[in-house]
């Protein structure tokens, strides 16, 4: 699978978009890009996920590059209970080890 | 139901006793899995169960054995456990093994050997 590099924590504002890149730069044509958190004290959450397209739910959006050497995840409207640990994991379908790297911990500041 | 429900939520555990986590799912979900995380560290794979196979075992020691009794369940029996062992175990679910988005996790078993 491959590697991806995330900034080991950033501050967001509350109200404003978070911007929260990732690097991926050896990722394989199969493989997709997935976008996981974890609050403190609970089990991680699934966000979102994509492939080559850009990727939005009722949570997030999810922007990949045209070459998918990175992508950013986007929260909106961020609020103190989007502080959390996000990670970025890259991984082809039918891979079941699913590996949580170090993350990102994003902390939102009033 | 689209939860992962885990029990005990807290256990404390000798290094000569046996015991058992609990992990149930009713969302008809086919793959199952175990996670091991320490503090302030990411979570680490154990066991992937696929359609209630052992699918996955990450070279996990012996005293930890998995269980799948029937698709909406999954155990993990304890026993010779040693301090380094404590940690919070995690269960997680997902709709098909092929698949990598919307597992569910549950909330976990902090576990504290002593």
């Known amino acids: 699978d491959a590697k991806t590099t995330q900034p080991p924590s950033m501050d967001c504002a509350e109200g404003r978009a978070a911007n929260l890149p990732c690097n991926h730069s050896t990722i394989s044509g199969n493989e997709y890009v997935y976008w996981y958190r974890q609050i403190h004290s609970q089990g991680p959450q699934y966000i979102i996920h994509g492939l080559k397209n850009n990727e939005t739910n009722e949570m997030a959006s999810l922007i990949i590059t045209e070459d998918r050497k990175s992508s950013t995840l986007i929260l909106p409207h961020a609020t103190l209970r989007d502080t959390a640990v996000y990670y970025c994991?890259?991984?082809?379908?039918?891979?079941?080890?699913?590996?949580f790297g170090k993350g990102n911990q994003v902390v939102v500041i009033p | 139901d689209t939860e992962v429900t885990q029990t005990p939520k807290h256990l404390v555990m000798g290094m000569t006793n046996k015991k058992s986590l609990k992990c149930e799912q009713h969302?008809?979900?086919?793959?199952m899995y175990w996670y091991k995380q320490k503090a302030k560290k990411p979570p680490e794979l154990m066991f992937v169960?696929?359609?209630?196979?052992?699918?996955i075992n990450e070279s996990v020691p012996s005293r930890f054995s998995p269980e799948c009794p029937n698709s909406s369940l999954l155990n993990l029996h304890l026993h010779a456990l040693q301090p380094e062992d404590s940690a919070l175990y995690l269960c997680?679910?997902?709709?098909?093994?092929?698949?990598?988005?919307?597992?569910?996790f549950g909330s976990g078993t902090r576990l504290t050997v002593v």
């Open positions: 997680a679910s997902s709709q098909d093994p092929r698949w990598n988005y919307g597992y569910t």
């Open positions: 969302m008809g979900h086919r793959a």
């Open positions: 994991i890259v991984i082809g379908d039918g891979n079941n080890r699913l590996a």
């Open positions: 169960y696929s359609y209630e196979k052992l699918s």
